[in-house]
């Protein structure tokens, strides 16, 4: 598979790098950091990301060079972080024709590539892209480590979820040696909010609603447009809900322009948000996860929350037996 990847990658004529609609550090961390390792094969290239780049990757290297739109013509299209292939949003109805390549760590993904590099051991798709690194024969530069740390800090919390291992440490400090900061990454991720998320924390926190061992909250569009945040960030909110004592899974809904609705879910061990998710196409990790579905703001909520709190309550069940 590795072989494939690199063959394909050096003979490309021009490789379209896309990542999924509401793109966190990983996402773009990957996107970026692949940017990067195509300019050193001198592999023309575009780099996609619908939604933009979020708060917290805005600052990367080679952030200038990510698009909202794909570009005329291109022969292989690489989608990183992305466990289905409607997420990366529009651009997915020109990928016919194409060699797809499919670079991902999330349990839920379909394997829709021609190429599938999916590694669910790892805890961000930025840490299989360090391995490729090795595996085409690269120097490991300032600039692409501090893209790849940055998705690694990103998915695993500063390394404080469960997950976290030995081997995301050993990729951290090797990343750390080629030049990359370990401060940078967490504050730019944890300790640099835009001004708008204090409006946008008020709103959506004052209408919180904790429901035994759920918590969730929506973002309307008019809050959102009172914020100025972007459409495709939930300003970290759904974190801090799952943080509160007693919470064992939360849920963030946003609404969209376009008649959709993000949702955002996150849960302690024991729930897998990843399920709820991917009844309605989205997917993730058993213990983050999301997905853009179509309706309203009162009708997706309903939906979701009605399979979130039979999730919540099987686990309940399971608790008490064992």
């Known amino acids: 598979m590795w072989r494939r990847l690199t063959e394909v990658l050096r003979r490309a004529e021009h490789v379209l790098v896309a990542t999924h609609v509401s793109p966190d550090a990983d996402a773009i961390g990957s996107l970026l950091a692949l940017g990067i390792i195509l300019r050193r094969l001198n592999v023309p290239r575009t780099l996609l990301s619908e939604d933009g780049l979020p708060y917290e990757a805005d600052s990367l290297p080679g952030a200038s060079e990510v698009v909202a739109a794909p570009p005329p013509s291109f022969d292989v299209a690489v989608l990183v972080d992305c466990p289905e292939l409607e997420r990366i949003g529009g651009a997915a109805e020109r990928l016919s024709g194409v ?71 050993r990729t951290a400090e090797a990343l750390m040696a080629a030049g990359a900061s370990l401060w940078e990454a967490n504050h730019s991720i944890f300790g640099s909010r835009p001004r708008g998320h204090v409006v946008l924390w008020g709103q959506v926190l004052s209408g919180a609603v904790m429901e035994g061992e759920l918590v969730w909250s929506t973002i309307p569009l008019s809050v959102r447009h009172a914020s100025e945040v972007p459409e495709g960030e939930d300003a970290g909110i759904v974190n801090f809900l799952l943080a509160t004592r007693g919470t064992r899974a939360a849920a963030v809904f946003s609404e969209r322009s376009d008649g959709s609705v993000d949702v955002s879910l996150r849960s302690q061990p024991g729930i897998d948000v990843a399920e709820v998710a991917a009844a309605f196409g989205g997917g993730g990790h058993r213990q983050a996860a999301g997905c853009t579905v179509s309706g309203g703001l009162a009708e997706v909520s309903g939906q979701v929350l009605a399979r979130l709190r039979r999730a919540v309550n099987e686990s309940a069940v399971r608790s008490s037996v064992s």
């Open 99 to 169: 060699t797809l390549v499919n670079v991902d760590h999330h349990p839920t993904n379909s394997h829709f590539g021609h190429i599938n590099l999916v590694d669910t051991d790892s805890l961000s798709t930025t840490q299989i892209l360090h391995r490729l690194v090795g595996v085409l024969g690269l120097d490991l530069t300032a600039d692409l480590a501090a893209c790849l740390l940055a998705g690694l800090v990103a998915d695993t919390q500063g390394f404080r979820i469960p997950a976290s291992d030995r081997r995301a440490l």
